[in-house]
């Protein structure tokens, strides 16, 4: 990434992307830009916006928790920055094209050969 302003904000999302009411205004803040500036990087660097990237990462760690552990749902979605786990379940559901219990039980199948 040849943009060191895109580097700095993805360091800044690495420590805070799982804290509900994140939002990408006080990334950008945090990060030393504006909105705009934010999400103008993010579409030229990474093909994406910024909040795009912060609910893939949270989905990504969401996804990790429910393969690696046996937390309820509501638990996944609170520890990973979701405001609950129906929005949680939407949004997961939207990416994977199924829920995330739907997920979690073929994960297990597998795992035990079923």
Do not use: K, Q
Not at 85 to 96: G, P, V
């Amino acid at each position: 990434m040849e943009d060191g302003r895109v580097t700095r904000a993805l360091g800044v999302l690495s420590g805070r992307w799982n804290e509900g009411g994140y939002t990408v205004a006080r990334w950008a803040t945090e990060a030393g830009l504006r909105v705009e500036m934010l999400s103008r990087l993010f579409r030229r660097h990474l093909a994406t916006t910024p909040r795009g990237h912060l609910v893939r990462t949270r989905l990504s760690h969401a996804e990790d928790l429910l393969r690696e552990s046996d937390l309820p749902i509501e638990a996944v979605a609170a520890s990973c920055g979701f405001a609950n786990r129906f929005h949680f379940t939407r949004l997961y559901a939207r990416w994977r094209r199924m829920g995330p219990a739907a997920y979690r039980r073929l994960r297990h199948e597998l795992r035990d050969g079923g």
